[in-house]
């Protein structure tokens, strides 16, 4: 049996962290966004791309104040959300990969994800996986969305931790909380992980935030 070689045998890999907001709530100019992101980073020579946790369309940051919340910005905040959450194999994921593919790197990058499966209309807390071709080679989503997280995200399951095997090396994730737990990690580790995405919001606003979708106290608009 042939030995594996670590990262494919290469002494090193270039990775780009990308550190760049959202269109806040705006799926496709926010796609639009990462492709040029993408593109930028593969121009200066990186093979792993990475983005953070939820970044299409933004992380839903509805910490507000409980109950004096009013229910209409509720429902027009979710209602944005429902509309602009990421289906896997579908145009949202393919403009994506034309832009790994045009960077020849693979990419990473985090989703609120509306699930395909008929009569569902769940979002997951997700991070999909793209390849040199720009094909999806899998998902994640959260096992456990965290606090309010829960009133507008699903539970994964453990199916889809997975870790790939690519020509610079193996590559997995974990989402925000889940880097903390020490079983899911060693799971990882067992499966021979090499390249460990781990993601996080980019803002922890904390609770009493007044508005669910003000520019000028939304942090990521």
């Keep these: 049996m042939k030995e594996k070689k670590v990262l494919g045998g290469r002494d090193k890999v270039k990775v780009a962290v990308v550190q760049a907001a959202p269109v806040f709530m705006d799926k496709e100019r926010t796609i639009e966004k990462a492709c040029m992101l993408i593109k930028e980073a593969g121009r200066n020579g990186a093979e792993l791309i990475v983005f953070s946790e939820a970044f299409i369309p933004g992380y839903p940051a509805i910490y507000t104040g409980g109950w004096e919340s009013k229910s209409s910005e509720w429902a027009t905040y979710i209602t944005a959300l429902q509309d602009n959450a990421v289906l896997i194999d579908s145009v949202d994921t393919e403009i994506l990969g034309?832009?790994?593919?045009?960077?020849?790197?693979?990419?990473?990058?985090?989703?609120?994800?509306?699930?395909?499966?008929?009569?569902?209309?769940?979002?997951?807390?997700?991070?999909?996986?793209?390849?040199?071709?720009?094909?999806?080679?899998?998902?994640?989503?959260?096992?456990?969305?965290?606090?309010?997280?829960?009133?507008?995200?699903?539970?994964?399951?453990?199916?889809?931790?997975?870790?790939?095997?690519?020509?610079?090396?193996?590559?997995?994730?974990?989402?925000?909380?889940?880097?903390?737990?020490?079983?899911?990690?060693?799971?990882?580790?067992?499966?021979?992980?090499e390249f460990h995405i781990t993601v996080w919001p980019g803002v922890w606003s904390g609770h009493g935030q007044k508005h669910l979708m003000d520019p000028e106290t939304d942090p990521q608009g």
């Design 98 to 193: 034309k832009a790994a593919r045009g960077a020849n790197a693979y990419a990473v990058i985090g989703c609120n994800e509306l699930d395909d499966r008929t009569g569902s209309r769940t979002i997951y807390n997700t991070l999909v996986f793209l390849d040199r071709d720009g094909k999806v080679m899998g998902r994640h989503r959260k096992l456990m969305p965290t606090y309010t997280e829960r009133t507008y995200w699903g539970r994964g399951d453990a199916s889809d931790l997975k870790v790939f095997d690519t020509d610079i090396g193996r590559i997995g994730g974990l989402i925000c909380g889940e880097n903390l737990m020490i079983l899911v990690k060693a799971a990882m580790m067992q499966k021979g992980e």
